[in-house]
């Protein structure tokens, strides 16, 4: 029998996370987390070390690296790769790669809620489950990228970090993880593989800028940063609904060619054009703004941005929404 092959890119993070007086820091290596997890003699497993940021210090740079590192790794025949990361980010960063790299083997990420000097840490586990993952048959002959944390396997597309320290915080909203991982190995609930719209490229330095809209929101903010921004993304009440008055800012940077995409603030479910009213989903639509379906408005400004890149035009970036 042929052994699997892992390459195990280490970014930082809480799995990688050592208490200090100043708090917590990612210190351990790529190496050490490998160590700690115990795993499968019979798997070949190399470590790359990226950068040692927390998830809330990620980047795009660090990202499109990770990213020419698994291009790297497909060349070698790697079966699978795992991508160790900070959980504040890492669904944005597995998306990220889904959308822009498409990968041919599966790129699987994993961290910790709990560093590896916390009492009953998690990380050793959720790395067991990633790599496991990641040399799976029916993954591997799938691709694509997703996260893997408390047993479960997510598409990156459809998961979310939905609590701020529970050690079940990832979820995909309305869908539900890829597979559940027991003793006896994976239990496939839906097919494994991409489910996000490919977008060619990684290195994506278009400035993209988030607004929310709520109970009294003024178009000011927005106004002030059109001349600073290639995109926008708003995140809208409800069905993707807004005030009066940021209606009338998105106007003003459509009215610039900036193509705005609409999101909902909401947890789960997506934008549905239904009402006429100022501010209203339908009479957005009807102005050119552009529907991010179902996808996360911090999901769909990565996607804005790799669009600004691949199209030619900014005009052009609605063949991708």
């Not at 200090?20 to 790359?48: K, M, N, Q, Y």
């Not at 479960?152 to 529970?166: G, I, P």
């Not at 800028?209 to 003024?218: C, D, N, Q, W």
Request: with cysteine; charged share 20%.
């Amino acid at each position: 029998m042929r052994t699997s092959t892992v390459r195990v890119v280490s970014t930082g993070g809480t799995v990688a996370s050592t208490d200090a007086a100043d708090g917590a820091t990612p210190t351990l290596s790529g190496e050490a987390i490998v160590r700690s997890a115990d795993l499968s003699t019979d798997l070949e497993v190399s470590v790359e070390q990226v950068s040692q940021v927390p998830g809330f210090g990620m980047d795009t740079d660090i990202v499109a690296d990770v990213g020419r590192r698994v291009r790297e790794a497909a060349a070698e025949s790697v079966d699978g790769v795992v991508v160790t990361h900070g959980t504040d980010t890492m669904a944005e960063s597995a998306y990220y790669l889904d959308a822009g790299l498409d990968p041919d083997v599966p790129v699987v990420f994993t961290g910790a809620q709990r560093r590896p000097d916390e009492v009953s840490a998690d990380g050793p586990a959720n790395l067991r489950t990633a790599v496991a993952a990641a040399v799976h048959p029916d993954v591997c002959e799938a691709g694509g990228a997703y996260l893997a944390f408390n047993q479960e396997l997510h598409a990156a597309r459809d998961v979310v970090k939905s609590h701020s320290h529970k050690l079940e915080t990832f979820s995909s909203p309305g869908k539900g993880p890829v597979a559940v991982r027991n003793r006896q190995g994976f239990r496939f609930h839906r097919e494994p593989g991409s489910r996000s719209t490919h977008v060619p490229g990684l290195d994506a330095d278009a400035t993209v800028a988030t607004v929310t809209s709520g109970l009294g929101v003024g178009g000011k903010p927005a106004r002030r940063i059109l001349d600073e921004i290639d995109g926008l993304v708003v995140a809208g009440t409800g069905l993707g609904n807004v005030t009066a008055a940021l209606a009338d800012a998105i106007e003003a940077a459509l009215d610039r060619g900036i193509p705005v995409v609409m999101a909902s603030r909401c947890h789960a479910g997506g934008v549905n054009g239904v009402y006429g009213t100022a501010g209203g989903g339908k009479q957005l639509r009807e102005k050119g703004v552009l529907s991010a379906d179902d996808l996360p408005p911090w999901k769909a400004r990565l996607k804005l941005k790799l669009a600004l890149a691949a199209a030619d035009r900014p005009a052009d970036v609605s063949e991708y929404f």
